[in-house]
């Protein structure tokens, strides 16, 4: 007769399969409340203790922590002196183990969960168990996910446990609980970079492919849920998003997450936002973010931070677009937009704003972790350096652009009017030619004779306000902090136009 032990937190199917083991001739060794569902269900179960000769103690944080437990987990059967050693102190092998931890993560997912709470959700014989049976897979088989039952009951009856087989299982082990414990260390850390840097993912879904169709792709999910999260959306329509839809609908949340006041929309291609538009009404809200670049918005995307109504989607209907994203539809709104079935159409509540965690980005060898940038600048944190001050409109213009500047490749430069961006540079090697850029598209809106600019780092040297000023834009902000911001100074002075420092610099490589 084989032994399999089995103390899990979640007993979804656990009397099930517990059943189908006995069946198979297993003797069934249980803790806790695992062993009372099962002798609950009428299973032949031997307690814990009667393995171990000691009682559970210390209100259950010790069990299974017994050489009767890891020596029968441990031993290996091919070692006659293993063996020798396990008959010596009577000590009967455990060839299957089913464990899934303490729910730490849904513990701390609790609003006010105190830390002595925590620590109690820290399962130590759990992981101890599954890593001693981890370790022996070719003789012990470790299974720590309820979903895997019926494959495992299924690999039993037909005699198909082979090496690579088992050794699969050991690995889900290990990543399991290496990510269980990473969890922990990041929740109990005291220091915001540790010398050590744990995390933790999750599985989202395979992804037909990568930026380009010879590379694969996987996306993972944060542990912990995050407000604004493309992987936390509701896919109501349309076809798997791919790895390029994921990282601009990634892109494109970040952007409408600055713009919380009122009915925004911001339509994106390629990481960098075609068009960002506000007004009093979500459809007036489109119909300035389309207008502000009709051509990029073609086969991109779109998200809305108020509910979809009709007008809105009969307008958006007419155009192609890869994915809209919204907190909500109108039941008129959603069969308008359904009827494009690769149309992807997501629900997400933009309720909480982005958390101040961590951004991680990959280089050869290792990775750079940075605080979020979510700094968004007033109007009270400029200062106005030039001799001619900005009026109130001016001033508003000034701090959409600021807002909008943020979210552009570097090198970046704005173009834009209270509510509507009107014209873009980005990723240029030198400023400038951002500059030319941004105001050559620009100038064919009729907004643009109200224009205002913005860059996200400071001019190095005076010809980008002057290049602006002679092509009609009359106010301009930047950050400030070059050796050379005199010169700009006196070029807005002698130019006749406004200049004010924002301070905060927002270079987004």
Partial sequence: MQRALLSVSDKTGIVEFATE????????????????????????????????????????????????????????????AHMQTLAEHQITPIDLVVVNLYPFKETIKQPDIKLAQAIEQIDIGGPSMLRSAAKNYVSVLP?????????????????????????????????????????????????????KLTLSYEKFANLRYGENSHQQATAYRSAMPEAYSILSADIMHGKQLSYNNLRDADTALRIIADFTDQPTVVTLKHMNPAGIGQADTIYDAWDKAFKADDISIFGGIVVLNREVDLKTAQAMHQIFLEIIIAPSYTPEAYAELAKKKNLRLLKLPFAQPIAPMKD?????????????????????????????????DQLASLVFAQKAVKHVKSNAIMVAVAGQT????????????????????????VAFKEAVLASDAFFPMADSVAYAAAH?????????????DQASIDKANELGIVLVFSKTRHFKH
């Avoid at 280089?363 to 001619?388: M, Y």
């Avoid at 009609?472 to 050379?484: D, N, R, Y």
């Fill in 422 to 445: 009107l014209g873009m540079g980005a990723g240029q090697p030198n400023r400038i030619d951002s500059v030319k850029m941004a105001i050559q598209k620009a100038q064919t809106k």
């Fill in 21 to 80: 083991l006995v069946a198979l001739d297993f003797e069934l060794v249980s803790t806790g409340g695992t062993l009372k569902v099962l002798a609950q269900a009428g299973l032949p179960v031997v307690a814990i203790d009667d393995v171990t000769g000691f009682p559970e103690m210390l209100d259950g944080r010790v069990k299974t922590l017994h050489p009767r437990v890891h020596a029968g987990l441990l031993a290996r059967r091919d070692l006659p």
């Fill in 360 to 392: 991680v980005v990959s280089v050869l060898g290792g990775v750079l972790v940075q605080d979020r940038d979510l700094e968004t600048e007033r109007a009270s944190d400029f200062t106005v350096v030039s001799e001619k001050q900005p009026t109130a």
């Fill in 143 to 195: 299974v720590i996910d309820p979903t895997d039952y019926e494959k495992v009951l299924e690999l039993l009856h037909t005699d198909g446990l082979t090496n690579p087989i088992r050794k699969a299982f050991a690995a889900k082990v290990f990543a399991h609980t290496a990510a269980y414990d990473s969890l922990i260390a990041t929740y109990l850390a005291e220091t915001e970079f540790p010398e």
């Fill in 472 to 484: 009609g834009i009359q106010a301009i902000v930047e950050p400030g902090g070059s050796i050379k």
